[in-house]
């Protein structure tokens, strides 16, 4: 059985740095590509960094390129999301989601972790 | 950046009706177009992946179609658990974008 399970959310002041986990079973995760998708309350879905099977590829949108990183480690199984200089258009639920066969097909998603941006 | 458009924003059908969904890409994407459904309070699922292969365990009266910009999916027979939020995405290119998505309400 396949599983996503995210942490690390919370509530954080603007300008504050949060960092989210994601730790992953029932596949090879050393195989996958990961990626971090998120969607503000009420609306729709925001793709926000991609990290390659090796670590040695890393795509970021727009809006968090130079304030989000991303890291995994195959030896534990977990993918990191790393958030720095948060601004309130950062609220979000922040899912945790595999790759499928081809980069960027989201195949598997976790249930989401809540990161509120408000002083 | 590729902008996905759909259409309608929303519609409301009757059990057993033939709904489908309208998504326009910016940009030629040949036919690397996703389509995924998502419940209230849910996380998305993916229903079809390159425009028209069918998610295992996914029922066969969702299909999908299109390539180059046009796309569309198809519910052949409106049931009351497909009362969802349908969003079209690209995988052609980063960053990977989404359409706004499509609620599907049962009459």
């Known amino acids: 059985q396949l599983h996503l399970v995210e942490s690390g959310g919370g509530v954080v002041q603007p300008g504050g740095s949060l960092r989210l986990s994601c730790a992953a079973s029932?596949?090879?995760?050393?195989?996958?590509?990961m990626n971090w998708v998120r969607q503000a309350p009420g609306k729709g879905l925001e793709w926000v960094a991609f990290?390659?099977?090796?670590?040695?590829?890393?795509y970021f949108a727009d809006s968090v390129k130079g304030r989000f990183t991303i890291s995994r480690d195959n030896s534990r199984n977990t993918v990191d999301l790393q958030m720095n200089g948060l601004r309130p258009e950062d609220t979000a639920v922040y899912y945790c989601?595999?790759?499928?066969?081809?980069?960027?097909?989201?195949?598997?998603w976790g249930q989401g972790t809540l990161v509120t941006v408000s002083s | 950046d590729i902008q996905m458009t759909q259409s309608p924003s929303s519609l409301s059908a009757s059990v057993g009706d033939r709904v489908t969904v309208t998504c326009r890409a910016s940009q030629t994407i040949n036919t690397y177009l996703n389509w995924y459904q998502q419940k209230p309070g849910k996380a998305p699922g993916l229903l079809i992946s390159?425009?028209?292969t069918l998610r295992s365990g996914v029922p066969s009266r969702f299909s999908g179609s299109g390539s180059g910009t046009e796309f569309t999916l198809t519910i052949s027979s409106l049931q009351p658990e497909d009362s969802a939020t349908y969003y079209c995405?690209?995988?052609?290119?980063?960053?990977?974008?989404f359409g706004q998505g499509t609620k599907v309400e049962i009459k």
């Open positions: 990290i390659r099977y090796d670590g040695a590829n890393k």
């Open positions: 995405q690209q995988s052609y290119m980063t960053p990977w974008t």
């Open positions: 989601v595999k790759d499928g066969r081809w980069e960027g097909d989201f195949d598997y």
């Open positions: 390159a425009a028209s």
């Open positions: 029932g596949f090879s995760f050393i195989a996958s590509g």
